[in-house]
C-alpha cells in the first residue's frame, strides 16, 4: 500500500475551531486504493500536482493543477480513478460538531 503523508496547514494547533487545511501527496496513486466514506463536513480538494476522475452524487470531475473538487455535506464520496502515477493536493474542511475527524487527525484537539 501507498505511504501518504499528510501535512495540517491550518488547524485546531494553529486556533482553527470551524476550518481545516490539510495538503496529501500520494507518491504512488497505483497502491492507493480510495475509499468511499460521507462526513456532515464540506469538502473543496484543490489539486497541486496530478489528475484525478471524481465520482460522487451522479456527476464525474476530472480536475487537474489549479483546479477544484467540491463535495457538499453528507454526499458519499471517494470514488476516484488517479489519471497520473502521483498525486498532490490541499483538502479544504469545515469543522462540524460530532462529526468524524479529518484524515489527517489536524482538525480537532
Known amino acids: ?21 490539510h495538503r496529501t501527496s ?3 496513486t497505483a497502491t492507493h486504493p480510495p475509499y468511499q466514506h ?8 484543490y489539486i497541486l500536482e496530478g489528475r484525478a476522475e471524481y465520482r460522487f452524487g451522479g456527476q464525474t470531475i476530472v480536475a487537474g493543477p489549479g483546479e477544484t473538487v467540491f ?3 453528507g454526499i458519499r464520496h471517494a470514488e476516484i480513478d488517479y489519471l497520473t502515477p502521483s498525486m498532490t ?11 468524524e475527524p ?8
Open 1 to 21: 500500500m501507498s505511504t501518504l503523508h499528510y501535512e495540517s496547514l491550518v488547524g485546531h494547533a494553529h486556533g482553527a475551531r470551524h476550518l481545516h487545511i
Open 26 to 28: 500520494i507518491p504512488d
Open 38 to 45: 460521507e462526513h456532515a463536513a464540506e469538502e473543496v480538494f
Open 71 to 73: 463535495i457538499p455535506s
Open 89 to 99: 493536493y490541499l483538502t479544504i474542511r469545515t469543522v462540524e460538531p460530532g462529526d
Open 102 to 109: 479529518c484524515c489527517c487527525g489536524g482538525d480537532r484537539p
